[in-house]
């Protein structure tokens, strides 16, 4: 029962990080920040999901029975997997685009002479 907890800790953290880390900037404020914990929430909570739903199909494989039922069962958890992820993923991303950018200092310095 912990390991799948261990998993969603992991690849949570795991997903936040990489968007915190590698992410480009998003605009100071209340809506940058509330868009930034929100994008980082969300790309986490995908990642999560594709753990948890591999470890899903490695236990199903381990306990389960042979042959055809197993092709099954992967392309099943396989589907699912795709679409509960891809919906974080694609809120993840939505919510990126629509947030405000970070301000260049090339931007702000060209009127500058």
């Given amino acids: 029962m912990a390991v799948p907890v261990v998993i969603f800790v992991v690849c949570l953290s795991g997903g936040v ?3 915190a880390r590698w992410l480009p900037g998003l605009a100071a404020g209340t809506v940058g920040g509330l868009a930034f914990f929100v994008v980082c929430g969300l790309a986490g909570g995908g990642l999560a999901v594709v753990g948890l739903r591999i470890y899903s199909v490695v236990n199903t494989l381990d306990h389960g029975a042979g042959g055809f039922f197993n092709r099954a069962i992967v392309a099943d958890d396989l589907i699912q997997m795709l679409s509960q992820a891809g919906l974080l993923f694609g809120l993840a991303a939505a919510v990126y685009l629509l947030a405000p950018r970070l ?3 090339e931007e702000s ?3 500058v002479s």
């Fill in 103 to 105: 301000a260049h200092r």
């Fill in 109 to 111: 310095s060209a009127g």
């Fill in 17 to 19: 990080f990489a968007c």
